[in-house]
Nanobody, 118 residues
Framework: QVQFVESGGGLVQPGGSLRLSCAAS????????MSWYRQAPGKERELVAA????????NYADSVKGRFTISRDNAKNTVYLQMNSLKPDDTAVYYC???????????WGQGTQVTVSS
């Protein structure tokens, strides 16, 4: 059974940083690209960042380029999202899934809430 468990969210002031983690299970993690997504209230879920299985290539939404960094540890079946210079527009629930852009699996985790506010 495919599972994703996201963590690391919280309340942070504009300009602050957070590091999100996503522990994956139920599939061969090291064989899949991994992506982070987010969904703000009243908006559709959108792609934030993607990373290939070997960490050789990345892709970022224009809105987060230069501020967010995606990485992974295949030994721990975990993908990370380092978020710096956070803005109020980054406020959303953040999710991970396998795939390069389009999510591979239908199942999603509970997500982790990120709130950027002064």
């Amino acid at each position: 059974q495919v599972q994703f468990v996201e963590s690391g969210g919280g309340l942070v002031q504009p300009g602050g940083s957070l590091r999100l983690s996503c522990a994956a299970s139920g599939f061969t993690f090291s064989s899949y690209s991994m992506s982070w997504y987010r969904q703000a209230p009243g908006k559709e879920r959108e792609l934030v960042a993607a990373l290939t299985s070997s960490s050789g290539s990345t892709n970022y939404a224009d809105s987060v380029k230069g501020r967010f960094t995606i990485s992974r540890d295949n030994a721990k079946n975990t993908v990370y999202l380092q978020m710096n210079s956070l803005k109020p527009d980054d406020t959303a629930v953040y999710y991970c899934n396998a795939g390069w852009g389009k999510a591979t699996f239908r199942s999603w985790g509970q997500g982790t809430q990120v709130t950027v506010s002064s």
